[in-house]
């Protein structure tokens, strides 16, 4: 899913055209928790939480004929989504514009916009912890009973549809060596093994399509030990909720006793858990 086109510069925009265009695709291709989630993209001078409401669930009647209906109470609550600023901050020198052999203002705005993308997905990654439900054990490696468990938990709740999985590198190596093992899962020796071995992705499980990002938090210890755990999860979109207004922003100032331009890339965007019953955590080891 693409981000909102909005750009701009207070004056020269047209020297910095280079660095927008590749600040806005760097954010494009890097950020993974924008194209899982829901997005709710927010207008200009709107305030800086947006409101998000949830309904609770109905049942509908089975009556015999001509029997009437009885009003259903529908009810919402409503989660809100907090917006902050991401930003980026760089003073070029002319010694370093001018002496470069390449693009500087290319390279930074594909530099800057790569940032902006990770901190936006850390804001969704931090939130894997406060999900309630839960599957694998602290200290221990994950294993696809974890995910399947996983997936069933949702689909016991209601939810329908595909899922996402988003675990850190080592519990997705500890996912990859069960599988792809001989005499380890029962998969091993289907076309999802082969796939494993082959490529450099997991690929899909019970409808699950799973991604591995280094920014999955890997702090957590809560027993006695010095061991620290991987929170990765199992999500629908609905589980989380991604605002975001405008796009990529670009301001500079020319700083004439420094022979610099100051330059600032930002972007106004917040995450928030929407339904919890929709995500599952997935806890292991993370060493």
């Known amino acids: 899913m693409a981000f909102p086109s909005n750009s701009n510069t207070d004056i020269n925009q047209e020297l910095y055209a280079n660095l927008v265009a590749a600040a806005q695709y760097a954010a494009y291709e890097s950020s993974i928790a924008r194209q899982l989630v829901s997005v709710f993209d927010m207008p200009a001078n709107a305030g800086k939480v947006v409101q998000v409401p949830v309904w609770a669930a109905i049942t509908a009647e089975n009556i015999a004929d001509e029997a009437a209906a009885t009003a259903k109470t529908t009810n919402t609550t409503s989660a809100s989504i907090t917006l902050t600023e991401h930003v980026v901050y760089h003073q070029i020198t002319d010694m370093l514009k001018d002496s470069a052999y390449n693009n500087v203002l290319t390279q930074l705005g594909d530099q800057s916009g790569r940032a902006i993308a990770e901190s936006m997905d850390n804001e969704v990654f931090a939130l894997f912890n406060s999900i309630s439900a839960s599957v694998g054990t602290e200290d221990s490696d994950i294993t696809v009973d974890n995910i399947f468990e996983a997936v069933a938990t949702l689909r016991a709740a209601k939810v329908v549809g ?39 992705y997991i690929g899909s499980l019970a409808g699950c399509s799973i991604y591995e990002s280094s920014l999955v938090k890997q702090n957590l210890d809560t027993d006695t030990d010095t061991v620290l755990n991987a929170v990765g999860a199992v999500f629908a979109p609905s589980a989380f909720g991604h605002s975001m207004r405008g796009g990529i922003n670009v301001e500079e100032q020319r700083q004439a006793a420094a022979r610099a331009t100051d330059l600032v890339v930002s972007a106004t965007a917040g995450a928030a858990i929407i339904q919890n019953s929709h995500a599952v955590k997935i806890v292991g080891n993370a060493a």
């Open 162 to 200: 595909p899922l996402a999985a988003v675990l850190s590198p080592i519990q997705a190596l500890q996912l990859k060596k069960e599988l792809a093992t001989t005499g380890g899962a029962n998969l091993s020796a289907n076309e999802t093994a082969n796939s494993i071995l082959r490529g450099y």
